[in-house]
C-alpha cells in the first residue's frame, strides 16, 4: 500500500453556513457566508488560494454545471476550480481533490467549497428525477429511504434482531441526534424529541418512520488546508492534521452479485480497512474518539457502527441502547447532530462533518463541546444506495497523534 | 391437414372490484344501476393494460421451450395502448421470440377477438408454424354507466395449428352487419351506447342465430349436440334466449362471467373458450358466437389431447386468484376518473430515447441478461464485464433469460416517498435461484400480504413508467410472490 498522506496536510481553516430552510438564499448565498467564516480563519487572503475544489451532488436544482459558479461567486482570480460529483459523498470528494492538492506539492494552499440547495422543489426529501436513459429501464422506483429501509429486513433476517428491538435502537440513534442537534445553532432541527413520537411517527419507507430519516437542507461548508509547515509559518498552533481519505465504489457485486446479504455496506468495509491502515490505526474503538457518520437514516447509522468496525458484527443494538455513541458516552457519534439534525445538504455534508471534527479538536464546539478534547476523529460519507454506493472515510486527529 | 387448437390459456388480473362500491357511489345519480350492483368486476391494476395481460395470458398458453416454431403472433383487441407501434410486436419481444414471425393486430369491433381467431385457423393451414393467437381488452368506462359495472378486464391466447391438436375447428362462419349498438370515435375516451331492447331484439336475436344456424348447417352438427355455448355479452338471459330459440340445450349455455370478472370487451368470447376448454371432455362440441357490427360462429370439438395439455393456470385459477376490492376511488384513480392531486413528484419527465430503448430492449422488454461462459455466473443487465470478483472475464456473457426464472426475496420496502399511482410502492432485492439478482419492483402487493425475506416470486411484465406527455409507455419486468395471499383489502 501506499504510505499515504497522514500528516502531510493540516486544515487552515474551517467555515460553515447554517443549514436549513434557507427560503431567501441562493446557493452563491451560501457559499460566501461559509467561505468569509473559513477565511478569516485561516486568516489568509483569497488570493493565497492556489487551487479549488467544489463540491455538488443536485446542480440542477441551483447552480448548474461546472466550476464557474464557485469562482463567480467568491471572484476567484482565475485560480483553477474543479467540480466534483459523487452522489452524497460530493462534499468528501471535493475535500480529497484539495487535501491530494497539497500533499503531492502542486500547490500550498487548496480550498474545498461544498453547497447544495435543495428547499427549491416544492416538496420535503430529495428530489425526484432521472437516473440516468438506461438505469430509467429497469431500476425500480426507489427512493432513498426505500432503499436504505431494506438495510433494516436484512439486517433483522441475518442477525436475528427483532424488528421491534431493532427499531427501538433506531428511535434511540433519532433522539440522540436531535439531543445535539439542539446545542447547535447551527443546526437545520432544534428540537428533542421522545421515544413515543419516534415510533409512532408516520411511515415513510417501512420500517423507517419519518423520524428515522434526514431531512434535506439548504447549506454550504468550506475547508483550507495547507502543509503543516505552511500552516505554522502563518502562526497556527495545535495542528489539526488529516490521517487518511479513503473511499470505496461499489463494483455492482451487490446490485448483480449474489455475495451480498443485503445487511452491511460493502464499500464501508472496503475504505475502513485502508483508512485505518493509512492513519496507522489498529484498534479504531479505542483510538477513534469521535465519529461523524452518514445518518442519512438511522439505520444507516446503526450497520455502520459495525461497517467501521467498532461494533461487531450484530451488536450493534447493544452499543446504541447503552449509551456507547451519545454525546456523554465513549465514542460520540453525531455529536453535532448529524445529517439528522445538522440537516444534509448533500454537497457541503462531507466537509460539515470534518468542520465539527476541527472544532471540537480545537475546543470551539461551544455547548456541545466535550470535555476532553478527542484526538482522532473519523467521519464517513455515503453517496448512493446500500446497493450500490460511494463510501468516503476520512480520519483527522491532532498533528503527531 | 387438420388446424385447430394446440394450447390455450387465459389470464385475469387479481383484483376484483366490487360493484356495490360503485353503485353506493352513483345512486345518488341513478339509481336504476342497482339492478347490475351484484358480483364483482376484474379491473386491471395501474400498470396493467392490454399488452400486459396478453403477454400474461400467452405465457399461461405456451411455456419459453415452445415458443421456437411460432411463425406468427396475432393480438386482438379495441383497447391497444399504441395506435401506430405493433401490439402484438410488443407482446411477441415481451416472449422473447425471434424475429422471423408475423406480427399482426386485430381490432375495431367486439368481433375483433374470433376475427383474429377465425384468420389464424384459415391461415395456419399454410403456415410453416403455430400462430400464437392473443385477445386482451382494458376497456375505459363513463363513471356512472351500466358499462362501468357490467365491464370486466382480461385475456386470452391460443396456439393454432395442427398437430396434437385439443380441439379441432369443425366450422366457422361470419355475418356482417353494420348494426351500430355502440361505438367509438376516433377522439373519444368512452363508448357511446344504444338502447339495450334494441340491441337484442334487433341485434342478438336475429344476427346472432343466422350466423350460428349457417354454421350448423355447414358442420352438419345439430343444435342439440352442442355441449357448451359460449355467448359473451353482459346482458341478462340473452345467451339462455338465444339458446332457446337456437334448440341449444339450456345446459349447455356458458357462464358469460358477470358475476366474478365482468365483459372483456373483444376478448371475452376467448376469455369464455379458454374457460371451456379447461372444463372440456374429450368429444364436446363447442360454439362460440361473438357480436359486433354481424357474428362471428365457430364450432370446435375437443379431443383426447383436451386431458393431458393444459394451462398453467389458466381462467379457472385466474378467477379463483382474485383478491376483493372495495375501493372505487382508487378504480377512477387509475383509469383517469379522478383529477387526483398527484404531488410534485409525480412531474418528473418520463421521456423515452427511442434509440436508447431500441439499443436496450432485450434487457427492458425481454428480460435478457447475461450468463458468463467462463465461470457460469448468470447476471442482469448483461455486461461487458463478468461481475463475480473472482472471474472478471471480458466479453464472456452469453444471453440468459430472467423472465421465467424463479427468485428468493431478500429484503424490501413499501416506499410511500417515492411517487406511485398506487402508493406505497413495494420492491427489493430478489435473487434468482439459479443466480443473478436485481433491485426489482413488486407488482400487485396489498398493504394486507404478508411479505417475508427469503418468498419465493416470479417475474411479471407490466407497464413501468408512464409518459403522459408524450403518451408513450415504457414496460418493463417485476417481481411478483409466486404463492400470493388472498385476502380482501381496502
Given at each position: 500500500m501506499a504510505s499515504g498522506i497522514k500528516d502531510k496536510v493540516a486544515i487552515l481553516g474551517m467555515g460553515c453556513s447554517k443549514f436549513?430552510?434557507?427560503?431567501?438564499?441562493n446557493a452563491e448565498d451560501l457559499i460566501v457566508e461559509a467561505f468569509i467564516e473559513a477565511i478569516e480563519d485561516a486568516g489568509i487572503?483569497?488570493?493565497?488560494?492556489?487551487a479549488a475544489w467544489f463540491g455538488t451532488g443536485i446542480e440542477e436544482q441551483h447552480v448548474?454545471?461546472?466550476a464557474v459558479p464557485l469562482s463567480m461567486a467568491l471572484r476567484l482570480p482565475n485560480i483553477p476550480v474543479t467540480r466534483v460529483e459523487n452522489y452524497c459523498a460530493s462534499g468528501s470528494e471535493a475535500l480529497r481533490g484539495a487535501v491530494y492538492a497539497v500533499a503531492s506539492g502542486a500547490a500550498d494552499i487548496a480550498m474545498a467549497v461544498g453547497v447544495e440547495k435543495?428547499?427549491?422543489?416544492?416538496?420535503?426529501?430529495?428530489p425526484q428525477r432521472s437516473r440516468g436513459a438506461v438505469n430509467d429501464l429497469f431500476w425500480?422506483?426507489?427512493?432513498a429511504p426505500g432503499s436504505f429501509a431494506q438495510l433494516a429486513t436484512a439486517y433483522s433476517a441475518k442477525h436475528n434482531v427483532s424488528a421491534a428491538d431493532l427499531k427501538r435502537a433506531m428511535a434511540h440513534i433519532s433522539i440522540k441526534s436531535h439531543d445535539n442537534g439542539s446545542k447547535?445553532?447551527?443546526?437545520h432541527l432544534r428540537n428533542k424529541i421522545t421515544e413515543d413520537k419516534v415510533m409512532n411517527a408516520p411511515m415513510i419507507a417501512e420500517p423507517l418512520g419519518l423520524f428515522d430519516c434526514c431531512g434535506v437542507s439548504d447549506g454550504s461548508a468550506v475547508a483550507i488546508v495547507t502543509t503543516p509547515e505552511i500552516a505554522k509559518a502563518l502562526g497556527k498552533k495545535d495542528l489539526v492534521t488529516v490521517k487518511a481519505m479513503q473511499l470505496a465504489a461499489s463494483n455492482g457485486r451487490e446490485a448483480q452479485?449474489?455475495?451480498?446479504?443485503?445487511?452491511?455496506f460493502v464499500t464501508t468495509r472496503a475504505a475502513a480497512k485502508r483508512a485505518y491502515q493509512e492513519a496507522g490505526i489498529t484498534n479504531p474503538r479505542d483510538q477513534i474518539s469521535m465519529f461523524e457518520v452518514h445518518d442519512c437514516f438511522s439505520i444507516t447509522e446503526l450497520v455502520t457502527m459495525e461497517d467501521l468496525f467498532i461494533s461487531s458484527d450484530g451488536r450493534a443494538v447493544n452499543d446504541i441502547m447503552d449509551g456507547l455513541?451519545?454525546?456523554?458516552?465513549?465514542i460520540p457519534c453525531?455529536?453535532?447532530?448529524?445529517?439528522?439534525?445538522?440537516?444534509?445538504?448533500i454537497g457541503a455534508s462531507g466537509i460539515r462533518m470534518v468542520y465539527e471534527m476541527y472544532l471540537q479538536m480545537h475546543g470551539?464546539?461551544?455547548?456541545?463541546?466535550?470535555a476532553e478534547e478527542p484526538v482522532f476523529g473519523m467521519t464517513h460519507n455515503l453517496g448512493g444506495f446500500p446497493h450500490q454506493n460511494i463510501c468516503s472515510l476520512t480520519i483527522v486527529g491532532k498533528e503527531g497523534a | 391437414m387438420e388446424v385447430g387448437i394446440l394450447a390455450y390459456g387465459g389470464y385475469i388480473p387479481k383484483s376484483r372490484l366490487q360493484r356495490d362500491q360503485i353503485f353506493k357511489a352513483h345512486a345518488w345519480f341513478n339509481p336504476g344501476l342497482k339492478g347490475l350492483s351484484r358480483g364483482e368486476r376484474s379491473i386491471a391494476n395501474w400498470d396493467e393494460d392490454s399488452v400486459t395481460m396478453a403477454v400474461e395470458s400467452a405465457r399461461d398458453c405456451v411455456a419459453p421451450d415452445q415458443?421456437?416454431?411460432?411463425s406468427a403472433v396475432y393480438m386482438a383487441s379495441t383497447?391497444?395502448?399504441?395506435?401506430?407501434?405493433?401490439n402484438a410486436g410488443i407482446v411477441a419481444d415481451a416472449l422473447n421470440m425471434k424475429s422471423n414471425i408475423q406480427t399482426l393486430d386485430f381490432t375495431s369491433s367486439m368481433r375483433a377477438g374470433t376475427a383474429a381467431l377465425t384468420v389464424a385457423l384459415q391461415a395456419s393451414k399454410g403456415a410453416e408454424g403455430p400462430i400464437l393467437l392473443t385477445s386482451a381488452e382494458n376497456r375505459m368506462t363513463k363513471a356512472g354507466s351500466a358499462l362501468e359495472l357490467t365491464t370486466g378486464d382480461g385475456a386470452a391466447s391460443f396456439l393454432i395449428?395442427?398437430?396434437?391438436?385439443v380441439a379441432r375447428l369443425l366450422g366457422s362462419h361470419s355475418e356482417s352487419v353494420d348494426f351500430v349498438d355502440h361505438f367509438r370515435g376516433e377522439s373519444a375516451e368512452y363508448d357511446y351506447t344504444w338502447e339495450e331492447r334494441w340491441v337484442k331484439e334487433e341485434g342478438y336475436m336475429k344476427i346472432v342465430p343466422t350466423a350460428v344456424n349457417s354454421v350448423l348447417e355447414k358442420t352438419g352438427?345439430?343444435?342439440?349436440?352442442?355441449t357448451t355455448f359460449c355467448f359473451p355479452v353482459?346482458?341478462?338471459?340473452v345467451a339462455a334466449g338465444l339458446a332457446k330459440k337456437l334448440g341449444i340445450?339450456?345446459?349447455?349455455v356458458a357462464d358469460?362471467?358477470?358475476?366474478?370478472?365482468g365483459e372483456a370487451g373483444s376478448a371475452h368470447i376467448l376469455i369464455m373458450l379458454a374457460k371451456a376448454l379447461q372444463e372440456a371432455k374429450p368429444g364436446d362440441k363447442i360454439l362460440i358466437a361473438s357480436f359486433g357490427q354481424g357474428c362471428d360462429a365457430l364450432i370446435f370439438e375437443t379431443t383426447d389431447a383436451i386431458k393431458t395439455v393444459?394451462?398453467?393456470?389458466?381462467i379457472t385459477g385466474s378467477l379463483a386468484n382474485g383478491r376483493a376490492d372495495s375501493n372505487y376511488n382508487r378504480f377512477l384513480a387509475f383509469n383517469d376518473g379522478l383529477r387526483m392531486d398527484?404531488?410534485?413528484?409525480?412531474?418528473v419527465d418520463k421521456n423515452t430515447g427511442l434509440t436508447t430503448h431500441y439499443r436496450n430492449r432485450y434487457m427492458a422488454q425481454r428480460m435478457v441478461g447475461g450468463k458468463c461462459s467462463k465461470c457460469g455466473t448468470a447476471q442482469?443487465?448483461?455486461?461487458?464485464?463478468?461481475?463475480?470478483e473472482n472471474c472478471g472475464a471480458i466479453n464472456t456473457q452469453e444471453d440468459y433469460s430472467f423472465a421465467d426464472k424463479i427468485a428468493q426475496m431478500n429484503s424490501f420496502t413499501a416506499d410511500r416517498l417515492t411517487y406511485s399511482p398506487d402508493p406505497p410502492a413495494y420492491y427489493g432485492m430478489i435473487q434468482f435461484e439459479e443466480g443473478g439478482r436485481l433491485m426489482s419492483d413488486f407488482a400487485d402487493?396489498?398493504?394486507d400480504d404478508e411479505l417475508t425475506v427469503g418468498m419465493k416470486m416470479r417475474m411479471v411484465f407490466r407497464v413501468?413508467?408512464?409518459d403522459t406527455k408524450r403518451d408513450f409507455r415504457r414496460y418493463f419486468w417485476k417481481a411478483v410472490p409466486v404463492n400470493a395471499t388472498q385476502k380482501g383489502s381496502e
Open positions: 436549513g430552510e434557507r427560503w431567501n438564499d487572503d483569497k488570493s493565497q488560494i492556489d448548474g454545471k461546472s435543495l428547499k427549491d422543489t416544492g416538496y420535503g426529501g430529495l425500480a422506483n426507489a427512493s447547535n445553532p447551527k443546526a452479485h449474489n455475495s451480498w446479504d443485503g445487511s452491511h455513541f451519545d454525546a456523554d458516552g465513549k453525531q455529536i453535532d447532530g448529524g445529517l439528522k439534525c445538522f440537516g444534509h445538504p470551539r464546539a461551544g455547548e456541545r463541546q466535550r | 415458443r421456437e416454431n411460432i383497447t391497444f395502448p399504441f395506435q401506430d407501434r405493433q395449428g395442427s398437430g396434437n391438436i352438427v345439430s343444435a342439440s349436440d352442442i353482459a346482458a341478462r338471459n340445450s339450456e345446459d349447455a358469460n362471467l358477470q358475476s366474478n370478472c393444459r394451462p398453467n393456470t389458466g398527484l404531488g410534485i413528484r409525480a412531474e442482469f443487465p448483461k455486461s461487458n464485464i463478468c461481475v463475480n402487493i396489498s398493504p413501468k413508467d408512464y
